[in-house]
């Protein structure tokens, strides 16, 4: 009967092993009003959000377009010119003028020459940027969602990040070889850092975001700068995070503003490295943001911006509605929002009323949606507008607008215990998360019906390019029996990369003409082609080429192209009739035509139906955006009965069939 016995015995817990804290919740500036105690919503982790969101930045620069053709002439064709020795020079990137840096430049050199240490070749070159840049830009879009989980709210964090995963203009602007772009990620790693409410004990918080801000405007793009100034007037006179009896009022200040001009002036060695890098590549001393403030604001009337190009005051409102849709709304009505959150639903930020030693939570919010409205403000007050331009501010569009969608459901919930008259049925009905839901997910379509937009109607620069590489030259070899036999057992997909070198023979020749503008750069086309210009209707000042070799003489600098500017280069638009060669000499030529709208100049012939002069290699469909629908032609959904609504034309990579065939039929003889 003792054999059948059981013994229980209670242990007291072991008080040596702590246990883990819960997580806090309600500690932001603003706060869930229903199922306070419930568990927190889902918000992806640091590392959970860098791989989800890394997976569309990858897919954005392997995919999206080029935008703009600055972003090749001042960036991507200098960046080839380090690493290759040949492009074309604009005359921004000459040391008569030096408003484009060499260190932004030079930054992006280890990524592209990764492609040379695997013997990858040229094109991957261009995609190991891209890449680059996605990762750059994802680190800081991670970091700031992340902030806005822990210092904000985690419910309108989530509402953040799905905005920037599913958005039209940071698929465009985050992989994008531009200042205006890197800009953007110092503004958003600032924000990550300044989310934070300000207060003495913490100068690591103003240091950092100085920092940022200052990166961003040094190496990048100096007129972001102005982002930061809702930031310094926060860190000078607002009490933000510190509490402070009026009698310590001024000693206060004195700390804080001690504390921000020595982060200035930290900040401010960071013109070190770029002056150094710049005087060394232009060979004179030179401070490429001053030159780059210099030519835009004091220029005088006969240059500037102005000269290529103004648009309406509204420009920028039709822009952002293509990239942002529904949240360019939501955007522009945060601060509004907040007005009205403030008398309706005002515990939403913070149960406490603040005293007169602290700030109010709603101004300490304000100071964080104000930026975006300055911003807008100081673009479209200039004549000069480009898409590029707003960069900087694209994911304080998706932070602005992610707030007014957590306020708005508020204000339902309000609204929703007004009626029933019961908090119990308001934190059981799905109502609010629905309407959030919906809310991303009709702005998260919108975006990916832009984004394919994108690629089905305005690709074809790029594929172009591609299949001239991947098809036409090796045609070439293969015809005149300098294409190497495949290995054997290897199929011809699987062929391995093509050396082009031999073609060099052949000295051919790539023309542009009226499509100069959407040339996407040499990293695209084999170093055995030459690519140059021929005359077209436009009559301002293209590039001409940088000057080949190296000093030799320079341990720190070995090209020396960037230390002359070309004759003629101008910053007054100007053409140079020099930069054209004969349309006769071209043994390519890739040219844009519409054969339902058909329209030619002697200058601008329509070469893709001369079929005695041109043999067409390759030719892709282009949107005709002036003869399609506004709404077909601004977004993209599959089926005939959208796509007739469009109307497109042939872009065209087009051979000179009498000076290829001679060159073919003069090596064959000679061999």
């Known amino acids: 009967m003792a054999s059948g016995t059981q013994t229980l015995r209670l242990r007291r817990p072991d008080s040596s092993k702590p246990t883990p804290p819960k997580p806090t919740r309600h500690t932001g500036i603003l706060q869930d009003q229903l199922r306070r105690a419930a568990r927190k919503p889902w918000v992806p982790d640091f590392q959970t959000a860098v791989r989800i969101l ?3 930045r990858v897919a ?3 995919y999206s377009n080029i935008q703009d053709c600055d972003e090749v002439f001042n960036f991507w064709e200098p960046l080839h010119f380090l690493q290759f020795g040949h492009g074309f020079q604009t005359w921004e990137v000459t040391p008569t003028f030096a408003i484009r840096s060499w260190a932004y430049i030079l930054f992006h050199l280890p990524a592209a020459r990764l492609s040379s240490v695997f013997a990858l070749g040229k ?9 680059f840049l996605a990762v750059l830009s994802t680190v800081c879009e991670v970091k700031f ?4 989980v822990e210092k904000i709210n985690d419910r309108l964090g989530r509402y953040l990040f799905f905005i920037l995963l599913f958005n039209a203009g940071m698929w465009n602007a985050s992989a994008a070889f531009l200042p205006s772009s890197f800009a953007m990620y110092a503004t958003t790693l600032a924000f990550a850092f300044a989310l934070e409410p300000s207060t003495v004990k913490n100068p690591r918080r103003t240091l950092c975001a100085t920092l940022s801000f200052a990166t961003g405007a040094i190496v990048g793009w100096p007129f972001a700068l102005a982002l930061s100034l809702p930031f310094v007037f926060e860190e000078l006179f607002v009490l933000s995070g510190d509490k402070i009896d009026p009698a310590s009022r001024v000693n206060w200040m004195l700390t804080r503003w001690r504390q921000l001009i020595l982060a200035g002036l930290v900040s401010a060695l960071i013109f070190v490295p770029v002056v150094c890098i710049d005087s060394v590549a232009y060979g004179k001393w030179t401070i490429v943001p001053w030159n780059i403030v210099q030519y835009n604001i004091f220029g005088g009337s006969e240059r500037g911006p102005d000269l290529y190009g103004t648009s309406p005051w509204y420009f920028y409102i039709l822009n952002l509605l293509l990239n942002f849709n529904i949240l360019l709304v939501l955007a522009f009505a945060s601060l509004p929002s907040l007005a009205i959150t403030y008398y309706i639903d005002r515990k939403r930020l913070g149960l406490a009323k603040p005293g007169l030693n602290e700030s109010s939570p709603f101004t300490i919010l304000a100071l964080r949606l104000a930026p975006l409205y300055l911003w807008a403000s100081i673009l479209t007050a200039q004549p000069h507008k480009e898409e ?24 339902l919930e309000v609204t929703y215990i007004y009626v029933t008259k019961s908090p119990y049925k308001a934190s059981k009905t799905i109502v609010f998360s629905m309407t959030t839901l919906s809310i991303i997910l009709v702005s998260g379509l919108l975006s990916i019906s832009r984004i394919l937009a994108l690629w089905h109607y305005y690709h074809a620069p790029l594929a172009v390019f591609s299949r001239f590489e991947a098809f036409e030259l090796p045609r070439l070899l293969n015809d005149t029996g300098l294409l190497p036999p495949l290995p054997a057992g290897v199929e011809e997909s699987d062929r391995p990369s093509i050396d082009f ?11 542009l003409g009226k499509e100069w503008h959407r040339f996407p750069g040499h990293y695209l086309v084999p170093n055995v082609v030459s690519v140059d210009f021929v005359k077209s209707d436009f009559a301002g000042l293209l590039p001409a080429h940088f000057r080949s070799g190296n000093t030799g003489d320079e341990p720190w600098w070995d090209r020396k192209g960037a230390r002359s500017t070309p004759a003629g280069l101008n910053d007054l638009n100007k053409e140079v009739h020099e930069h054209y060669v004969p349309v006769e000499t071209c043994d390519y030529l890739v040219d844009l035509d519409f054969p339902r709208h058909p329209s030619s ?6 070469y893709a139906v ?7 290699v390759a030719c892709l469909p282009f949107l005709d955006a002036s003869h399609s629908s506004l709404v077909t032609r601004t977004l993209w959904v599959p089926g005939h009965w959208w796509q007739n609504k469009n109307e497109y034309g042939d872009y065209c990579l087009l051979k000179n069939r009498e000076r290829v065939s001679t060159k073919e039929r003069d090596f064959i003889a000679r061999t």
């Open 501 to 511: 070198t031999t073609l060099k023979q052949f000295d051919l020749k790539l023309c």
């Open 123 to 131: 094109r991957p070159a261009f995609f190991a940027v891209r890449i």
């Open 388 to 411: 590029r331009f707003m960069f900087p501010a694209y994911p304080l569009i998706c932070f602005n607008a992610a707030v007014t969608i957590y306020l708005l459901r508020g204000w």
């Open 145 to 148: 969602f992340r902030t806005v």
């Open 60 to 62: 954005g620069a392997m």
């Open 54 to 56: 890394l997976l569309v």
């Open 610 to 616: 001369d079929e005695q002069a041109w043999e067409r």
């Open 601 to 606: 100049s002697g200058y601008e012939p329509r």
